[in-house]
């Protein structure tokens, strides 16, 4: 057997809360900006959450009107950060054949079905949208960029809540080891801010309700930490096969050496408080990896700020990387962009590459009392240098439906 | 009251430019929707029902297929608000 195919990432882009492309992301992120806002919609007062992180730049701002009447939101978040991420790689020349699309969504077009249903029932079925459906299916974020870019090898769009914009990564990462493409537009994308599913995850005493101090709402690892704070947005990274990358004389961020995949089969929504799944993920991302818990200085938490997962997950890393957590920087980026579901995984894929590239591990914010419970080494308040010579990150990732999903980074010489 | 061919095409050119994006002073009576102005039939289907609701005539789903050019939206929605 030939030796197998590397994956190296060559392009990012980013639409977060705090920045309307990968750069001005990082740049906030590395600041310690939190992008959680009151919200100012007549509905938001109607509903026991009355804040969350929108887009720091509006897609209306970057995109005609006339394109983004047929598209959802989410749709519109992977088309921007995708054209970022694709002239970031340099616009390569690539067989569409070998080109492929991996991008996720949670929660899918939810706004627009919860818009048309209002147009239904005010002015009935022939006023529907003919875009509707091809607005709220899942895959219309990467199927919009699928038609874009003519990508042939593949468009897929794998849902798995809080996990899906990592478990595309991987999936994204799979396909071009396995030899289906050379090049991947991967990530994540969510535009869920809207009473409905905001009211439905407050009823699951899942958000925060500091309303006073939006910004200091999400709080991972703090004493006082409440639940987590929505937030839109998405981010894409191009993968693209070593030997494809180096031919064509493209810029290497890193390499994307492995992946865990696991299930709790715990609870619909609860983590399971042995973090069994996520320890498991762990071991079979570095194994996938050929690496050691020796060589991990990073990795970018799924710390939402719950009561329940914060801890579940800090316990389950200590278990899983032994006294070697001691030199790995843990940062919990959704103290400052809020909770992107579907996107936290690809916006965090993105801030891991940043790190990487830059030696920096970005900070946690807002933590005022750490939580006495959380045995791992928490960045706090300002970035952290990471040290020079190889090293590798992670990204831990879960989702309700019991979903763990663990990516490894590694820098290229 | 009948609509007369110019009311028509003024109205008809500002729901394609808000459908489809396509100037109001390009928009002309012989030009094809989907050839000349990028309304596929997805965007048909609004320019039918914004038709409808501001001129206060029913285009009929079997008749949509028929109207090929602005022309033959002009002429059908003059005819029906007779």
């Known amino acids: ?413 | 009251m009948a609509l007369t061919q110019a009311d028509v095409l003024a109205g008809l050119k500002e729901i394609v430019e808000e459908v489809a994006g396509i100037p109001a002073a390009s928009i002309e009576l012989d030009k094809n929707f989907s050839d000349d102005l990028e309304v596929d039939s997805l965007s048909m289907v609004e320019v039918v029902v914004a038709s409808e609701e501001r001129f206060g005539v029913k285009i009929p789903d079997d008749q949509v297929e028929e109207l090929k050019t602005v022309g033959d939206a002009v002429n059908f929605i003059v005819k029906a608000s007779a």
Not at chain 1, 152 to 172: K, L, N, Q
Not at chain 1, 208 to 236: H, I, K, M, Q
Not at chain 1, 365 to 383: G, H, S, Y
């Open chain 1, 1 to 413: 057997m030939s030796a197998q195919r590397r994956v190296v990432v060559t392009g990012l882009g980013a639409t977060t809360p705090i920045g309307g492309d990968a750069s001005s992301t990082w740049a906030a992120l590395l600041a310690g900006k939190s992008g959680a806002r009151t919200l100012t919609e007549d509905w938001a007062n109607t509903i026991p959450v009355n804040f969350a992180a929108r887009v720091a730049v509006d897609p209306s701002e970057v995109m005609e009107r006339v394109e983004l009447r047929k598209l959802d939101r989410s749709e519109a978040f992977a088309l921007i950060a995708s054209r970022e991420a694709w002239k970031d790689a340099g616009s390569p020349e690539v067989d569409n054949e070998r080109l492929g699309v991996v991008i996720a969504s949670g929660i899918g077009g939810v706004t627009t079905l919860l818009e048309q249903y209002d147009i239904l029932k005010e002015k009935g079925a022939r006023s529907v949208s003919p875009y509707t459906v091809p607005m709220l299916m899942p895959n219309g974020p990467a199927a919009h960029v699928g038609l874009e870019f003519k990508a042939r090898a593949g468009v897929h769009t794998p849902v798995s809540a809080c996990a899906s914009g990592a478990e595309a990564i991987g999936y994204a990462f799979e396909m071009i080891r396995n030899n289906r493409a050379d090049v991947i537009i991967s990530g994540g994308v969510e535009a869920a801010i809207h009473a409905l599913p905001m009211a439905g995850f407050a009823a699951m005493k899942a958000l925060s309700t500091r309303s006073d101090a939006p910004e200091r709402a999400s709080r991972p690892y703090d004493l006082d930490r409440d639940g987590f704070v929505l937030g839109e947005g998405g981010g894409v990274l191009i993968l693209e096969e070593y030997e494809h990358a180096k031919a064509r004389g493209a810029k290497i961020y890193c390499e994307i050496a492995g992946q865990g995949l696991t299930s709790d089969g715990f609870h619909i929504a609860a983590p399971d408080p042995d973090g069994s799944g996520v320890q498991r993920a762990i071991k079979f991302a570095l194994a996938d990896a050929g690496i050691s818990t020796k060589d991990v200085v990073h990795l970018n938490a799924h710390a939402t700020s719950t009561p329940a997962g914060d801890v579940a997950e800090a316990n389950a890393l200590r278990l899983a990387l032994g006294k070697d957590a001691d030199h790995v920087a843990v940062s919990a980026t959704k103290s400052m962009t809020g909770h992107l579901l579907g996107g936290a995984g690809a916006i965090e894929s993105v801030f891991l590459v940043k790190a990487i590239q830059d030696r920096l591990a970005p900070p946690t914010i807002n933590i005022e009392n750490l939580d006495p419970a959380v045995t791992v080494d928490v960045v706090r308040d300002k970035p952290r240098a990471l040290p020079a010579g190889d090293i590798a990150a992670l990204n831990d990732s879960f989702g309700f439906g019991g979903h763990n999903v663990v990516l490894v980074f590694k820098s290229v010489n």
